[in-house]
C-alpha cells in the first residue's frame, strides 16, 4: 500500500528504517515520516490508511456508546 510504504523512513539504499525491535515476538519498531502528538493518534493514521485504500470510515459518536 502506497499510504504505508510513505509513512515509515528509508535509508539511502531504500531499506525501510528500524528503530529496534518490539514488544512482542519478533515485532519491529520502524522509523516513521512525522510526529505523534495527542490529537494525532494511531487512530487517526488507522483511518487515513483506509479512507486512502477506499473504505469508509466515520467518526464515532460518544453519546451512542451504551453504558453498562
Keep these: ?37 495527542f490529537p494525532k493518534t494511531c487512530n487517526v493514521w488507522t483511518a487515513q490508511a483506509l479512507r486512502e485504500a477506499g473504505l469508509p470510515v466515520r467518526v464515532a459518536d460518544p453519546f451512542e456508546l451504551k453504558r453498562f
Design 1 to 37: 500500500c502506497e499510504f504505508i510504504a510513505a509513512t515509515v523512513t528509508r535509508d539511502e539504499s531504500g531499506n525501510v528504517s528500524m528503530l529496534g525491535p518490539g514488544l512482542y515476538g519478533e515485532s519491529v519498531f520502524y522509523r516513521a515520516n512525522g510526529k505523534y502528538y
